[in-house]
């Protein structure tokens, strides 16, 4: 069943899609702690969260939910950095990648607070 945070999801992913495999020019970086890290941990928790979101409220098994989520969005992450070492001025950063996971675990645990943990 497609709702709200399904096609929040489709969106976000494309527009994450678009962004980083769109040629440009190649800054390494590879500081840990940085604002670019920060970023990629930011787009990846939003993807989580929605994604994690639209898959309970279609099927309503949590479980399902996040580990579908954990494993879609590390695998996007994981396929978006080594699809950048094919693209001009850009290249793949382990560290990045590590920042996508980051970001996905950190949104999963959003939606498990929010959805799972009643108070």
Same mark, same amino acid.
């Given at each position: ?29 590879y500081?840990?702690f ?9 787009? &990846? &928790? ?6 994690? $979101? ?6 309503? $098994? ?19 950095e080594?699809?950048?070492? &094919? ?33």
């Amino acid at each position: 069943m497609i709702n709200k945070y399904t096609i929040g999801t489709f969106i976000w992913a494309a527009g994450i899609l678009l962004l980083t495999l769109t040629p440009g020019k190649s800054v390494p970086d590879y500081t840990l702690f940085s604002y670019d890290k920060l970023g990629h941990a930011f787009v &990846f &928790f939003v993807l989580a969260a929605l994604l994690s $979101k639209g898959l309970y409220q279609s099927n309503g $098994k949590r479980n399902f939910a996040i580990l579908i989520t954990l494993l879609f969005t590390a695998t996007y992450g994981m396929a978006i950095e080594i699809a950048q070492h &094919f693209i001009p001025d850009r290249g793949m950063e382990w560290y990045d990648a590590l920042a996508n996971v980051v970001g996905s675990f950190l949104g999963v645990c959003l939606f498990y607070i929010s959805n799972v943990v009643k108070a």
